[in-house]
């Protein structure tokens, strides 16, 4: 299966290719010798910000597989994934309120992971079929998307805070010879030749609720959330409720006037109006928002600067970028190294 959308000249997120790195590692490769193979070097993942090409992804993934020969590496490369590994899209799917809205959300998000990865949510009768592509450099290596597949499975393990086993599980290779490790960490019919990649989850699994799956995770966002909400009188103006409105919808793509107007119980032209007699405008709000939001998030440090822009409900990290420095006449990356 393969969807134009899928760039051959792709990157992908520093972080992701360090899981994979970290995991093989502690399998009992040599990190040197992977970066040497892999024609990478220590100084490339300096910068969590840095998009590493597509074709490095497949030099790694040729590399770990020649050095680790062991037919079930992807499971065990995937298999213990946890959330926060996810970054800010394990934040936006945290924070979802069931396991079918957070792979939602990591299908339109995952792009942020690598812009070579294409995820698919096709609801059929009862359930649904999540559906991973890779760019096809990626695709010649079973274990990747053996290790693809494991990850989010676990990932949405993780969610639910139980053991879920899907209905089915499709793999776009021969079936190889043992597939007890497979039986055993899918718990599901497995069919190998298909025409995807993926996994097919029942409509009752979709619907469970997200528990909160990592409380230091969950603590960093409420603490942020307190602090910027601290910072307002106690919702007695119009301003204040907006504010509060925005934070909560943000990381779900950018609220309009009229949505945050139906939040709060009154038409789009009568909020106008408030906010024009407290002498500030919807738009300005927004931007204030977000650059509060902005701020501690970068000098924290812990995401990427194109992973807060998303979660500040920018559309890419230029727009971000452009807007940050107009407010602060400095650079995402120059205002969170000079932090």
Known sequence: MHHAGVDEHGTGLARVLLIHLDRAVRLGASRGDLLRAARLTD??????????PVKAFARLWRAITERLPDPALGLRLGGDMRIREFGLVGYTMAFSGTLGAAL????RYSRILADTLVVHVDASRGASWIRLDAQPALRAYRQAADARLAALLAVCRELAG???APLSVQFP?????????????????LEFGALSTGFLLDENDLKRPVGSSDETLTRYLDTLAAQLLTQ?????????QVRRALWSALSEGLPDLDRVARVLGMG???LQRRLRDEGTTFAAVLAELRQDMAEPLLREGRLTVSEVAFLTGYSDAGSFHRAFRRRTGLSPRAFRVGR
């Open 162 to 164: 139980m053991n879920i």
């Open 268 to 270: 789009a032209r009568t």
């Open 232 to 240: 307002l009188s106690e919702e007695h103006t119009v301003r204040d």
């Open 43 to 52: 100084a490339q993942f300096a910068d969590p910000d840095t998009r590493i």
């Open 104 to 107: 939602q959300r990591f299908a």
């Open 173 to 189: 290779y021969r079936q190889p010879a043992d597939t007890r490790e497979y039986e055993r960490f899918f718990q599901a019919p």
